[in-house]
């Protein structure tokens, strides 16, 4: 018998994570094809509407459904709009641990949103789920990314040299692939202690988790 995850949303003071809905294949197609995205995700570019359908019809769907992991929706809890996704995938149920990826969309930088999601979502992980390790793994000029992995407490644990392609943009307006080093990333869950709180303080937004169902 196959182990998942539970088909659950979790909410934050500003945030909704949820399962995705083909509503949202167009707010999504147009994420996908934001430069930065593009840059340093795997995702197909150009990213077409039917490369999004596909992704909330069958692909995330069955990440979960088969046990690798689970993928949400990251919305705005007032305006339901879009603001990225977060996702945990190469679960291991044994030693309970997974790695986790996230993106956001342009118009949502800057806000904290990566952070506020990705921490409600390591709290979950860990006080329900009882899980033990959270990893990422983020390229070496991906400084955004790195922020953060720091903000929610990550710990750097070395390199793994060489290991990633990402894009860059040509003088023609093409993309070409370079190779790139990948910093790894852990959390434990230990090390959330005290984390939501600060980031409350210092950036005054939401301190993780609130519900889920």
């Given at each position: 018998?196959?182990?998942?995850?539970?088909?659950?949303?979790?909410?934050?003071?500003?945030l909704v994570l949820r399962p995705f809905e083909s509503a949202d294949v167009p707010a999504y197609t147009e994420m996908m094809n934001d430069e930065m995205v593009t840059a340093w995700t795997a995702a197909p570019h150009p990213?077409?509407?039917?490369?999004?359908?596909?992704?909330?019809?069958?692909?995330a769907p069955a990440e979960r459904r088969e046990g690798r992991g689970i993928?949400?929706?990251?919305?705005?809890?007032?305006?339901?709009?879009?603001?990225?996704?977060?996702?945990?995938?190469?679960t291991d149920w044994r030693?309970?641990?997974?790695?986790?990826?996230?993106t956001t969309a342009p118009w949502a930088r800057g806000e904290g949103y990566a952070t506020e999601s990705m921490l409600a979502l390591a709290q979950w992980l860990f006080r329900d789920r009882k899980f033990e390790r959270l990893e990422l793994r983020t390229a070496a000029d991906n400084?955004?990314?790195?922020?953060?992995?720091?903000?929610?407490?990550?710990?750097?644990?070395g390199v793994l040299?060489?290991?990633?392609?990402?894009r860059t943009q040509t003088e023609?307006?093409?993309?070409?692939?370079?190779?790139?080093?990948?910093?790894?990333?852990?959390?434990?869950?230990?090390?959330?202690?005290?984390?939501?709180?600060q980031l409350a303080d210092a950036g005054g937004y939401a301190s993780g988790y609130r519900?889920?169902?």
């Open positions: 018998m196959t182990t998942t995850f539970p088909d659950v949303s979790i909410s934050t003071e500003r990213f077409s509407s039917s490369d999004a359908a596909k992704w909330v019809g069958r692909t993928v949400f929706a990251v919305t705005e809890f007032l305006t339901q709009r879009l603001v990225g996704t977060v996702r945990l995938h190469d030693i309970l641990a997974a790695r986790a990826e996230y400084t955004a990314a790195q922020q953060v992995a720091q903000k929610i407490g990550c710990i750097s644990e040299r060489n290991a990633w392609i990402a023609d307006g093409g993309w070409a692939d370079i190779r790139t080093d990948l910093i790894v990333w852990s959390l434990l869950p230990e090390d959330l202690e005290g984390v939501g709180e519900d889920w169902r």
